[in-house]
């Protein structure tokens, strides 16, 4: 019975790591992937998302029409100091990394949320916590653009 | 009838005078300032644009080099199995770099390594339509490549690459503000030069508007001169049959006719003496100067005019030798003198002299009963006088004698208060 378990927390540790393994090499802001997705928030994480960086908003967003669970990747905390709230309703324009049985991951380019927008990165991906001319190695609190 | 058309035609050289001027302003500052303007941006902007563009080719050259020898360098690092991670950890420190990633020959990301956060813009749009191309970023102009090489183990591998123009970015933000600095100098020199230029030429056309009007004016005086010379010369002529018929009637009418003659014959003279005033007065002054010493030209008027009763109060500053006529001058000056004692009564009379800078300052004062605005602003005009036998030439005279002399006569004078006679005379 021991063993049965252990076989099966291995399988779940194996399928866990495999959309972890895909993000890694396929995990940019792919311009050819743009999607835009309406729904609710279904859960808040932060988690580390790229090497020597701080962790970032990750957003689990459950489509309107057709209820799939997408995966936002916002931008790193400090950057962003909008409160998100369970239940609440966004609208994302980004690029699709994964999909399928990795799970539907998106690294979010723009978020609407009650009216207002947040420009996360620009239309190639480049991201906006990152500054322009001369604020390349800014690091700090930062906030989004808001229109 | 004819002060209205008067009006008009003053008027009308008002505009035609502001309309120069502004057309003057166009051709003489904008036009050129314009032209300059526009010649030196498009010189600049071709300029900037030639040496940008060759730049740019220069370093996307460089750039394609630099490629070829990390083409050859991967291969090795592939060749000897190192990871992909491996290989883009020995380019992460590469400050040029912002991106790159290793692709096979069906253009699947084998791996990639960003300075940036999930940035990787590689697009199906743009690999295999060009190898390099450049995309503007917040943190400048990216240039891209594409390229593909054989591995020693015969695979195909493509590479992606994203280099930082920073340093040519920084190159065309110094020379655009360069190109702005000097831009800014040339507008800022150029109105001033044009500016000076204007108002040399206004200078120039005032100067001219002067002379025109002078010339208009002695031309004008001429032929009023030979008119009235004439004029004077026709009169004479009766008036000296007119005295020689009054002095015959003198000797052959009887002794009761006396008097009415001899008024007659006064009044004969009294004409004759206007007459003469007058063709005096038209006369162009020649002058015969002398250098004179102003005390000594007083004392000379003091002595043979002024009774002893009579003294004039002169003092001066230094002594005052200076080129004149003689005679005229001190017939100006006496006729100055004349008008303040018949002024004055038994009043005061003040000459004061002196030199300053270059000239010669002479004030003729006195303290008699002074006279009205009005009739200071016509006192030097001609047969204009306050007095009741007065013929209105004597103050004439003297300014026309001052005035040719290149010098100035004022006249300030308040009721009750006594009158003043400014010259100021060149010499000193």
């Known amino acids: 019975m021991k063993q049965k378990t252990n076989v099966i927390l291995g399988m779940i540790l194996l399928l866990a790591s495999l959309p972890s393994f895909g993000q890694k090499t396929e995990n940019f802001y792919n311009v050819d992937q743009e999607i835009y997705i309406e729904g609710k928030i279904q859960n808040i994480v932060m988690e580390p998302r790229y090497k020597e960086n701080s962790p970032f908003l990750i957003i689990t967003l459950e489509e309107k029409d057709t209820k799939k669970l997408f995966t936002v990747e916002i931008s790193p905390v400090e950057f962003f100091d909008q409160d998100f709230h369970k239940g ?54 930062r906030k989004g653009t808001r229109f | 009838m004819e ?8 008027k009308g050289e008002k505009k035609r005078h502001a309309f120069l001027k502004k057309k003057d302003i166009f051709l003489f500052f904008f036009l050129p300032l314009l032209g300059i303007i526009i010649i030196f941006f498009f010189l600049s902007l071709i300029n900037r644009a030639f040496i940008r563009n ?7 050259e460089q750039l394609r080099a630099t490629a070829e020898i990390l083409k050859v360098n991967i291969s090795h690092f592939l060749s000897d199995n190192y990871s992909y991670e491996e290989i883009f950890r020995f380019y992460a420190g590469e400050e040029n770099i912002y991106y790159m990633a290793l692709l096979d020959d069906q253009k699947k990301i084998l791996g990639w390594h960003s300075r940036f956060e999930g940035y990787l813009p590689l697009s199906k749009k743009d690999i295999g339509v060009k190898d390099s191309w450049t ?18 183990d ?91 018929l009054f002095e015959l009637l003198a000797k052959k009418m009887p002794n009761e006719f006396e008097q009415e003659i001899s008024s007659g014959r ?78 004055t009564n038994e009043g005061e009379i003040q000459v004061q002299a002196k030199k300053h800078k270059k000239k010669i300052l002479i004030t003729v004062k006195d303290n008699g009963k002074g006279m009205s605005e009005e009739e200071v602003q016509h006192i030097f005009d001609p047969f204009y006088s306050n007095k009741k036998d007065g013929m209105g030439i004597g103050l004439y005279l003297t300014k026309k004698i001052i005035e040719a002399h290149e010098g100035k006569i004022e006249c300030k004078s308040r009721l009750g208060r006594g009158t003043s006679f400014f010259i100021q005379m060149p010499g000193g």
Request: aromatic fraction near 10%.
């Open chain 1, 88 to 141: 609440e309703f966004l609208i994302v324009t980004g690029s699709l990394t994964s999909s399928g049985e990795t799970g539907n991951n998106i690294i979010a380019r723009e978020v609407q949320s009650k009216g207002e927008t947040f420009i996360l990165r620009d239309k190639h991906g480049f991201p906006t916590w990152r500054g322009g001319k001369g604020q390349m190695s800014r690091k700090g609190k």
């Open chain 2, 3 to 10: 002060r209205r058309q008067g009006t008009d035609e003053q």
């Open chain 2, 54 to 60: 060759k730049v740019e080719d220069l370093v996307k």
């Open chain 2, 135 to 152: 995309i503007d970023s917040p943190a400048g102009k990216i240039f891209n490549i594409f390229t593909s090489f054989q591995a020693s």
């Open chain 2, 154 to 244: 015969a695979r195909t591998y493509q590479i992606y690459l994203g280099y930082s123009l920073e340093s040519l970015e920084e190159m065309n933000i110094h020379s655009r503000r360069n190109f702005f600095i000097l831009f800014g100098l040339i507008i800022g020199i150029g109105i001033i030069f044009f500016f000076g230029i204007y108002q040399l030429q206004n200078h120039y056309r005032q100067k001219e508007k002067e002379a025109e009007t002078e010339r208009r004016e002695k031309e004008r005086y001429k032929e009023i001169s030979a008119f009235t010379s004439g004029v004077a010369h026709e009169i004479k002529n009766p008036l000296n049959s007119l005295a020689l």
């Open chain 2, 266 to 343: 006064s009044e004969v003279q009294k004409i004759a003496r206007v007459i003469d005033h007058f063709s005096a007065s038209l006369k162009p002054l020649d002058l015969k100067k002398d250098r004179i010493s102003l005390k000594g030209l007083m004392a000379d008027i003091q002595g043979s005019t002024f009774k002893d009763d009579i003294v004039i109060d002169y003092e001066e500053e230094g002594k005052i030798v200076f080129f004149a006529d003689k005679g005229l001058l001190s017939q100006a000056l006496l006729n100055l003198l004349q008008n303040s004692l018949e002024a």
